[in-house]
């Protein structure tokens, strides 16, 4: 394995289905490879903060709208 903390964190066995014949990009239904999976926690909008004031502000304004479980998930 690479020096990736995501690698060392791994269970063998613990993603996707049974593997024959070494590792294997096939999975099941919603199945993701590790590249996406970390590209998702990545590309994220870019936020100014100039201020502990703006911290604060940006900062509630997430947290109002990830426990709001009307939004959609991908408004959350």
Avoid at 56 to 76: A, C
């Amino acid at each position: 394995t690479s020096g990736n903390p995501v690698n060392s964190a791994r269970k063998p066995g613990s993603a996707g289905g049974p593997k024959v014949g070494g590792a294997s990009k096939e999975g099941g239904a919603g199945a993701v490879d590790e590249d996406d999976f970390i590209k998702a926690f990545t590309d994220v909008p870019s936020v100014q903060i100039y201020s502990s004031r703006e911290l604060e502000e940006t900062l509630n304004k997430i947290r109002e709208i990830l426990s709001d479980d009307k939004h959609d998930w991908d408004q959350r």
